[in-house]
Each structure stands twice: as structure tokens, then as C-alpha cells.
């Protein structure tokens, strides 16, 4: 089992305590001097006891540094002469005085641009190359999920241990992921805490939820399918078991802006099966549930009756759709039949309304939108009643199925006229608990959270995509653990209970 190097980005004025706390998994320090100013190499070294990059990016690479090119090779001779590494920009830097200034020992020749396919992605690599250096960058900007196999389809096909080729943007996010079992020497990931949504990890967030600087054994990947998924705990809940089990096997988030084309590029072209890592299942999310079903080749009863998946799972002769939706309402514990409203007419509110019917439920559909709410009731034979005026009264049981609460301080309905015996369901989750969930419990009521509802849902598609059950020692605290990294010790104590498994004799034909 091999490793990475982990390197940790430095975007934001750090002092010598954050420094020191660093994990000492990482090697590396990129310091981003166009962000930050230029700080002394000897300050650094006296609190990190790894090795320094330098990096001055301008506004081409993502970077901000706008003044003068003579400033620029200025700053770049003076960090050759303690930085063990300094980024060069092969469009701006290549001159005599910064290369006879920077040894190729101190070289990461640095190239940002977009390509269409892989060929062209090769040749920009063969310019780069006739320049000695350690280590070579190429990073890719990816306007599409499918742009992400260029950097992997050239690392494979280079086979060397000084490229690192990435995919930039939220689109590339899965194959930065992958990019280190291809043979990227390096996995970069944020010190400071930016936002999920933009797909940059922190780097505790890549030890917690990908295991990394560690490189075990990859044969398949999962992952999910959305265009909101950054913030998910789900791939540290896949991750930490598949380590735990021994599973050869990573969760990616795939961002996607139009399921047509992932569909086509990604599962029905499969590039990363001659890759030797193929997509074997998929988990669906909002707002892809509804258009999943029209390309699955084979779907459950429950799929077919609320028209709506979140679970892909490839077999030898196609995908099969599934959904745990159903599952959110795994935790009632009052006794059937009651009297229901599902706020939410979407994909996971009708397959929460069919479970809720099966049990013999009285179920009212409720939502925002006339036409949906319409369509919803006409699909199931049940009753629609306008959010407008929906009043809580009267209801033994409110499952929240909309996203309402889960960014903002907003309900999804009139609170006040809830009753304080009415259970609430709320599907909602976000880096705190719900508006809706709050006022709740606030007023004696009984209410299962979002998060509560995420691990029974992750436990079934868990199941459903390996054939295999998640872990008991992963619980409540992982899922609602905002910063992964806090949840390290409580993984690697989880890992160590692993069973006696080996790894290549994992069969994924269990779930046949």
C-alpha cells in the first residue's frame, strides 16, 4: 500500500500555533504568495517540519498576483534560494535569468489551460517536458463532468512519477479524487476553511473522507450524482466502510450540471472501465431522481410507482433503479394507520408517500406548486391540498420532504399549527439543525432530523450497491460532524475493527 504526498494549500495569514497543528500526514506546504505576501522560508521551517512550496499565480492559473513581470521573477529568484519547490508558469517564467535561478531540482513547471481530448492534453505535456524539472503540473479546467478522464487517461498512459495532471473546478472534483491512483505525486487540499460548494477539500477533510495520503487497493468506484453535494457526509460514511471492510473501492462526488450528458459520457460510454476502476452504482440526487428513471434498464415496484430514484446499481446486463427513499420513515415508532401529510411532491416525497400508503397510512400530499402537486396525486390516487392552505392541525404524523430550512431560516409550512403530538419527519439537513426541526423539539414535540434519516438511507444504498452491511461503529456523529477532520481519531478507531479480509478476493458480483 503506497501514499501520496498530502499538500496542505496556505490561502490565508496563518501563526506559528496553526502551523504546528497541521497533521503531520502532510508533507507539503503550498504557500499561495499572491494571496498572502511572500513569507520567510526559515519562519515556516521552525513550524513545519515538511517540505515548502512556492507559488505566485496570476490570474490565468486562478491566481490574483497583477503587477509587474519584473516584480514577479524578483520574488521567484528569492524563493529559489530556500523553497524546496517554486511554481513556475511555463507561459511566463521560462526565461534564462529564472531558470539559471531555480535549479531543476526546485522546479514544478506549471501549465493551466482547457483541452477537448486527451491528445491535446499529451502535447502540452511534450512542451513541458524539453524543460528539466521535479515535478510537472497540468492543470485543466473541466467544463463537464466526462473533461475529468483527460488527466487520468494521460497519467495512465505516461506511467511516471513526476506528473501531476488535474482537473480544476467542480466538474473535476471526482478526478482530482482518483488522479493519486493514477500516479500523481501529490493530493492538494485547503488549509483555511473555504466553501464545500466550490469543491475544494480541506485537507483533514481528505484524510477523514477519502483516507487519503494512504493508497489502498482501487478496483470500482461509486459515487453520487447532483449538483449540491459537497456538503454530503455520504462519501466519509462509503468511504470509512469500504476501508473498514477492505472493500478496493472509492466514493467520488460526481457535480453534475446536465444528466444527459453524464449519463452518455460517464455510464453509458463507461470510459473508467478501461481505466480499470468502472462506475459499479451510483447514488441519485436532487434534482436528477425523476429524469434517472427514463435511462435505467430495469426498475423496482417502488420506482415505477412514485416515478422517482436515487439508487443506481450496475449489473452485468444494465442498471437497475432503486430508491431508499422509503427508508426515511424507518424510525416511526407509532402504530399504523394514522393520518399523514408529506410536505414535498418531488421524487423523495412521493416514494415517502407510497411507503406511508402501503402501511395503510391516510396520506395527504401537500406542495408549493399546483402542477406538481397535481401530477403527484393523479400518479398515486391521493389527496393534494396547496401549501398555501395547509394547516398542520389534525395531522399525526408531517414528513418535511422539501429543501426549505436547510440553507436559510425559512418553514416549510405554518408552525403554529402544528400539534405538540404530531411527529415530525424532516428530510432536511444542514451544517445545523433545521428551522423547522428547532422550533419543534422548542415546543415538546417529537421530531426525526435530517441527519437521522441520511444514516438510514446511506445503511440501505450501502447494502443495495455492495451487497455488504455498513458498519454499526458508524453512527449519528459522523454524519453530523461539520468539519470531517474533527472525526479522524473516531475513523482510524473505527478502521481498526476491521475484518480479516482480503481485499482481491472481493467479489462485486454480491449484488446480482
Known sequence: MGEVDLVACVTAPQNSAEIREIPQEVRWLQIRSDLIGDIPAAWLRNCFTGQIMY???NWRAGGSFERSQEERHDRLVLAAKDYDLVELDTETDLTERILAAVPPSRRILSWYGQVSDVAELHKVFESLAKTPARYYLLACKAMKTSDGLYPLLLMKALRRNDVIAISEGPFGVWSRLLAPHFGSPFMFGQLNHLERQRGEFHIKQLMADYGYPALR????????VGNRLFQSPSPRLHNTSYRQLGCPALFVPFHVENFEDFWQSMAVAAPLDSLGVPIQGLIIVSPYKEAAVAVAGSRSAMVRKAESTNVFI?????????????????????KFPLKAAVIGCGGAGRAVAVALQQKGAAVTLVNRGQQRGEYAAQLLGLPFVPLAIFRAHGFDLIVNATPVGRDHDCFPFI??????????????????????????????GTAIDGYDVLLTQVRKQFQLLTGLEMSIGIGRDMVLADNAANFAPRIAAIQDERRVHDPYEYSFEAVE
Open 314 to 334: 450496475r449489473h452485468k446486463h444494465g442498471w437497475e433503479a432503486e430508491t431508499t427513499d422509503p427508508e426515511s420513515i424507518a424510525g416511526i415508532q407509532r
Open 55 to 57: 507559488s505566485l499565480k
Open 415 to 444: 408552525v403554529d399549527s402544528l400539534s405538540s403530538d404530531t411527529l415530525l419527519i424532516d428530510l432536511a439537513y444542514g451544517t445545523h439543525p433545521t428551522p423547522l426541526v428547532s422550533a419543534v423539539t422548542a415546543r415538546g
Open 217 to 224: 487497493p482501487l478496483r470500482c468506484v461509486y459515487g453520487m
